[in-house]
């Protein structure tokens, strides 16, 4: 899974969008797939604290706690402001009172931090600019001083998910939930602290955007074995055409000769790659910070 930057998110959430897939579709899978990691991850943990901020990454959140609370677990959600109206953000706390969660303001903050067993960090996403201000602010800086666990939607609030650069404050997260892509600055030393175990989840963004975000052409000449296996294919279709080829045409005339020994040297070249990506893929594999969450 190849890391994007924020810019790039951003565009394949549009072009999502344009290919049919909602953003309200969007979120509806990422709030599923953090209370599917909190199943899973963490089981033991049944009283969750959901902190949403009045972005989309605070609709993430609030999504995952009509999902948790389907997953019978004892769910509150605190926000640090209210979305705005006709925001998916707004949309998304209104559905909370369907299946009876309540939304608690932050005077009741500290008292949930003490009776919680896990944060769902879901104040701040990758559109942060600057340093965290305000109750956004105060709100990260009592969360890492509970000493209670945090799962961070998409990017532990308060990090640059371009650089990786950790705000003044910052979460630290015991893990994260990223959605759809690994972001460019999970990369960073300075980020490994903040993120904790990082998981990737699948959200729903159509395959036609995978393909073209993955890191397949940019990984296959990132080892010195598969580099010199492609140079292999390369050097082997370079002397059909230059050694080979005109020696044939000069001991035997005719076009049918031509085409089968042209046709038979691309056929070698294209094994040379395929050996090449397959002593890759199968005996060097790839290590990664991640995990995949499917859906």
Not at 107 to 129: H, M, Q
Not at 187 to 194: D, E, G, I, M
Not at 278 to 294: A, D, G, H, M
């Amino acid at each position: 899974m190849c890391a994007v930057t924020v810019n790039e998110m951003k565009k394949i959430e549009r072009i999502s969008e344009e290919m049919g897939v909602s953003r309200e579709k969007l979120m509806e899978n990422a709030g599923k797939q953090i209370a599917k990691c909190v199943k899973r991850f963490f089981p033991s943990k049944q009283k969750i604290l959901v902190v949403a901020g009045k972005g989309n990454n605070g609709g993430d959140g609030l999504v995952a706690a009509r999902y948790l609370k389907r997953f019978r677990k004892n769910v509150k959600v605190i926000v640090s402001e209210k979305p705005e109206k006709k925001s998916l953000g707004f949309r998304q706390m209104q559905r909370l009172k369907g299946v009876e969660i309540e939304v608690y303001n932050k005077k009741a903050f500290r008292k949930a931090l003490k009776e919680t067993g896990l944060i769902i960090d879901a104040i701040i996403g990758y559109g942060l600019k600057g340093e965290p201000k305000g109750k956004a602010a105060e709100m990260i800086k009592e969360i890492n001083n509970s000493g209670k666990p945090v799962l961070s939607v998409d990017v532990p609030s308060g990090l640059n998910a371009d650089t990786g650069k950790p705000g003044n404050p910052c979460i630290k997260a015991d893990a994260t939930v990223t959605l759809g892509f690994l972001k460019t600055g999970f990369k960073s030393s300075q980020a490994k602290k903040f993120t904790g175990t990082v998981y990737t989840a699948d959200i729903g963004i159509p395959d036609e955007l995978k393909i073209i975000y993955s890191d397949i052409e940019t990984d296959f000449f990132s080892t010195p074995l598969s580099f010199f296996m492609g140079c292999v294919a390369e050097v082997i279709a370079l002397f059909g055409y230059f050694i080979i080829l005109p020696l044939a045409l000069r001991l035997y005339a005719g076009v049918e000769l031509y085409m089968i020994i042209y046709i038979f040297l691309w056929i070698v070249a294209y094994l040379g790659l395929v050996v090449g990506i397959s002593v890759y893929y199968y005996f060097l594999p790839r290590k990664s910070i991640e995990r995949v969450l499917s859906s």
